[in-house]
């Protein structure tokens, strides 16, 4: 289709999979809308901040992509926060690149509210269109951070302008669009909801007693699971009070894993937040039962997903929050917090439940629950996975995305606006399960199921980075060759 495609994602580059400090779900959105965009035709560049001097300045991949490392600030590691006095100069970097590439984009695809200001600046520089995907706000940040936000004071008069200018913003929920009209009153006629997703040829079910025995967990215990970056406003805190109730209150004896960290092994001096987690699972009795795993690499994490017998995750808040999805296509049910992305990837009785996000109570309530009820676990993890599948692979998110370029691009289908819907394409009508299930109850089928579209594509980490190396050019560009 000849069309050239610039993603801009100043602090999360695809290559932070390697052991980068900055990696969490904007690595993995742009790596595999980029893959799976190179799949449809596209011709697809990331630009990205060089956070090393080990980097080349650009590496090309077997599918056609090219990861440019851009030269804003210094070559080492800056945290997020502090990234926004150098994006002037990322700017001017692309405009050069620009000129002396002859590489003419049709349009920027910015990723975080950072980008989306270099992309703004484009803009005005060349005329070319950007649509932006902010990842997190800057006000909703502010709301459930206040003062332990480090992000400067200018971000949400940045993000103002940038959804003034923006040809197009996408929200990746329902609960992101809300935010977007009544905390910045975005123009609803240029705003669609296409949501992250999941990597299904990564994460799917492995026979539970298989990823025991791999992982070396008793066969016969009962285990919850909590995975993701240990921070505060993950809400971890929650989870430990919650599975205690399950023990304390309710009788069931379980062994709650905790996978994350800045280590491969637990460090409370690297992680501070495992140094309190620990004071608040001895504090709440079941020190002896929360075990904290470590920071485990992708390729293991589908064994720990199915592995466990529920998947617990209670923010504060989540602008979207990729880790329910990956455990729903493992076919883990997700006992999740009632706020932003989860409340639209969890169906509440269908594919899990959802509760309050600092309601220990409730979390020990829906756990006892399904622990009472076996075969109703085994129909949440059966619609866990067809929802996965079905509503959320990137190949289907990509598509999406490509409609939405091409609706900007050309012009006589720019009126076709409200296409891109959540109703249309990424939900799906389901019966939901009795709460009290009967002790035959069984996996009901979907009123109006979405056709299965499982993405048979590579990992876009593995395809852009797990590979041989070959030789340099005159920019230092590497070429990666299969």
Same mark, same amino acid.
């Given at each position: 289709m000849n069309r050239r495609i610039a993603l801009i994602s100043e602090h999360a580059s695809p290559l932070a999979s390697l052991g980068g400090t900055d990696f969490g779900g904007q690595n993995v959105y742009v790596a595999q809308i980029a893959q799976? *965009? $190179?799949a449809l035709g596209y011709a697809v560049d990331i630009f990205t901040r060089r956070g090393s001097d080990d980097l080349p300045r650009s590496v090309r991949c077997p599918s056609g992509i090219r990861v440019i490392?851009?030269? $804003? +600030?210094?070559?080492?590691?800056v945290p997020k926060e502090d990234l926004l006095p150098y994006m002037e100069e990322f700017t001017d970097f692309v405009l050069h690149w620009r000129r002396c590439r002859g590489a003419r984009y049709d349009l920027y695809h910015a990723n975080f509210w950072m980008s989306g200001l270099v992309a703004a600046d484009l803009?005005? $520089?060349? +005329?070319?269109?950007?649509?932006?995907?902010f990842h997190a706000l800057g006000r909703v940040r502010r709301v459930h951070q206040g003062q332990a936000d480090g992000f400067p004071d200018a971000r949400a008069e940045i993000e103002d302008r940038i959804i003034r200018e923006a040809d197009c913003v996408i929200a990746e929920c329902p609960q992101d669009?809300?935010? *977007? *009209?009544?905390?910045? +009153?975005a123009d609803p006629e240029r705003m669609r909801i296409v949501p992250c997703g999941v990597d299904n040829t990564r994460f799917s079910p492995v026979p539970k007693g298989t990823a025991r025995t791999i992982l070396g967990l008793d066969p016969d215990e009962r285990i919850v699971l909590q995975l993701g970056r240990l921070v505060p406003r993950k809400g971890i805190d929650n989870v430990i009070r919650g599975f205690a109730r399950l023990i304390t209150v309710h009788g069931v004896e379980a062994r709650l894993l905790v996978v994350g960290g800045e280590s491969d092994e637990p460090d409370p001096v690297r992680t501070p937040e495992i140094g309190r987690l620990r004071d608040v699972a001895r504090a709440a009795g079941v020190g002896d039962r929360v075990v904290f795993v470590g920071r485990r690499g992708r390729d293991v994490l589908r064994h720990y997903y199915s592995a466990a017998d529920v998947f617990v995750t209670t923010p504060w808040y989540e602008p979207f929050g990729i880790t329910p999805l990956e455990a729903m296509a493992c076919g883990t049910p997700v006992i999740g917090a009632n706020v932003g992305g989860i409340k639209f990837t969890v169906r509440d009785g269908e594919t899990g439940? *959802?509760?309050p996000p600092r309601d220990p109570d409730a979390v020990g309530e829906r756990l006892a629950h399904l622990y009472r009820y076996p075969q109703l676990m085994r129909a949440l993890a059966a619609r866990a996975i067809q929802r996965a599948n079905d509503c959320?692979?990137?190949?289907?998110v990509a598509q999406a995305i490509a409609r939405l370029y091409e609706d900007l691009l050309t012009p006589h289908r720019r009126q076709v606006h409200r296409q891109l819907s959540t109703s249309t394409l990424f939900s799906e009508r389901l019966v939901p399960l009795p709460v009290h299930p009967a002790a035959d109850v069984a996996p009901m089928e979907p009123e109006l199921p979405l056709p299965h579209v499982a993405s048979r594509l590579a990992d876009a980490q593995q395809a852009l980075f797990d590979r041989p190396r070959g030789g340099d050019d005159d920019l230092g560009n590497v070429e990666l060759t299969a």
């Open positions: 799976n *965009l $190179a490392h851009v030269p $804003a +600030g210094p070559p080492r590691y803009k005005r $520089a060349t +005329g070319t269109p950007f649509i932006v995907t669009e809300e935010d *977007l *009209l009544c905390l910045y +009153g439940y *959802l509760v959320f692979s990137w190949s289907n």
